[in-house]
């Protein structure tokens, strides 16, 4: 058989982008697989002390908590996968460390659907947190590193889909599976489908060609250029690969004596602000209150807006297909009108969203006003997939230093598992507790974005991963970093290298041919 099955150019990319996205459904369903066994009778029957439905009272608020914990596990130990599988990156590479998150995750996914003992189930959710958050942080890095500049965000950002996808898989599966009451194979099923979905990660992973960077890190040149060669469709050896292995090479020689430490070190290229940076990005996009919403879904339907079980199952399943065209929105505009743009729109709507869903919720009584915030709901859903469910993670793998890369992205997503355990903590007890107020600190926050991002986020959009270095190297503080990334022209990392070195000056024209011109 061919290498990589013969495929080269815009096909090879879009089987790698296949693979990565298939990746991300594991993510999308493994966030909403909980959520969705939660109101099953023969779950609260196995795990009596996750139900919060049919209880009350104190009883209602103890529940709520080992609710909140046992979900938030999975979040939590999400930071470990994504920090150890950041090591393993850049030791075994890419693909290796995709296909060893796979199996943990696979094996997490077993032992939470086969669970008999409670400590089991719990037992079961930090593994699966452990692969499938090694899964996320190394598979944005792989795809960022393969992806041409002009369509990465295209790419990355169609992560959506895939994400919106495992969502509603999870929910609509949760739904068909409770039609075989009163047996556990309702909740079990749910649980282990998403190890079928490890096996065909699995299955291709070996298929697709590694991170053409992370070979030229290991001094395995030649590979590179082939991949490069390969992903481009032109000659290893033509104009095209040589600029691209030229600003790899400057940019890995630059940064040959650094180590891990250097993230929290300024240097010449900003790289602590940068660090940091992606680390907020993260931040953001768990604060939306996104997982609030996601994890509980079927619960928030049925305790917050009082429809019936199956109609809560049902519009629960339904919002996410929502989110799926959120992000066949953001995979088309995210090249064109940029990272910050979309991400500006987002919060704003979201924060919109909220402040609807408060005043339309507080009306307990009032059918139509309850009605009306499934709208506002389903809206939610669509205006957050347009500029932060895949951007967060595109927008940390493009910010992070060359040479620090996988170490910024796996921080970053590490950063972004503990506050998605902070949220998934802490919602089922502020539900119970504060009811339709919860909304509104998910309405000052998204709100609070907004200048944020427009002072402080430089756009990324239709700039190659090296050329990034040369707009933090111009900038001197937090405060210019996005007027420098407005004004610098975009050129190839080794043109502004020549031009420090006088070698040409700022059109592109060498210096020998400015000198015969004057």
Request: overall charge neutral.
């Amino acid at each position: 058989m061919a290498r990589f099955f013969g495929l080269r150019g815009s096909k090879l990319h879009l089987a790698i982008w296949m693979e990565a996205c298939f990746a991300v459904v594991i993510f999308g369903y493994n966030q909403a697989s909980a959520g969705g066994v939660l109101g099953d009778p023969t779950f609260s029957l196995q795990f009596p002390r996750m139900n919060t439905i049919s209880t009350t009272g104190s009883l209602q608020k103890y529940n709520a908590r080992i609710q909140g914990t046992v979900v938030a596990l999975y979040t939590l130990f999400g930071v470990f996968g994504a920090l150890g599988c950041t090591f393993l990156g850049d030791r075994l590479g890419r693909r290796k460390t995709i296909f060893f998150a796979s199996v943990v995750q696979g094996i997490g996914a077993i032992l939470q659907a086969s669970s008999f003992a409670f400590g089991q189930f719990i037992v079961g959710r930090i593994v699966l947190g452990l692969g499938t958050g090694g899964i996320i942080a190394t598979v944005s890095v792989w795809q960022s590193e393969v992806s041409k500049a002009e369509n990465r965000g295209e790419h990355v950002s169609a992560f959506g889909i895939f994400c919106g996808s495992g969502l509603a898989l999870a929910l609509w599966i949760a739904f068909g599976m409770s039609y075989t009451q009163p047996s556990s194979v309702s909740w079990r099923f749910t649980l282990i489908f998403t190890l079928f979905l490890s096996i065909l990660v699995c299955s291709f992973i070996f298929f697709l060609p590694e991170s053409p960077r992370w070979l030229c890190k290991v001094n395995r040149w030649e590979e590179a250029r082939e991949i490069l060669g390969l992903l481009y469709d032109v000659e290893p050896h033509g104009e095209t690969v040589n600029k691209e292995i030229e600003s790899i090479q400057i940019s890995l020689e630059r940064a040959r004596k650094t180590n891990i430490g250097a993230m929290f070190k300024m240097g010449p290229q900003r790289t602590f602000h940068r660090v940091v940076l992606a680390a907020v990005a993260q931040i953001f996009l768990q604060m939306t209150g996104v997982n609030s919403i996601a994890y509980y879904a079927p619960s928030i339907y049925q305790e917050q807006l009082h429809f019936s079980h199956t109609t809560s199952a049902i519009l629960a399943a339904a919002s996410q297909l929502v989110m799926v065209l959120g992000a066949f929105c953001c995979s088309y505009t995210v090249d064109r009108f940029g990272r910050r743009k979309l991400m500006i729109l987002s919060a704003s709507g979201m924060s919109i969203c909220f402040a609807c869903l408060a005043g339309l919720t507080s009306q307990a009584t009032n059918s139509a006003a309850l009605k009306a915030a499934v709208f506002f709901l389903y809206l939610y859903f669509f205006v957050y997939v347009l500029g932060f469910l895949g951007l967060p993670f595109l927008y940390a793998s493009e910010i992070a230093p060359t040479h620090l890369r996988a170490a910024t992205c796996g921080l970053s997503t590490a950063v972004s598992w503990l506050f998605n355990f902070l949220v998934a903590e802490v919602t089922p007890v502020a539900f119970t507790d504060i009811g339709w107020k919860y909304f509104i600190v998910y309405c000052c926050l998204n709100a609070a974005f907004v200048p944020t991002i427009y002072f402080f986020f430089p756009e990324t959009a239709g700039r190659s991963l090296e050329e990034i270095d040369t707009v933090f190297e111009a900038t001197t503080s937090i405060f210019d970093a996005v007027s420098v990334a407005n004004k610098l022209p975009r050129r190839d990392y080794s043109a502004f290298l020549r031009e420090e070195k006088g070698e040409i000056d700022s059109e592109g024209k060498s210096a020998d041919a400015v000198h015969v011109e004057v």
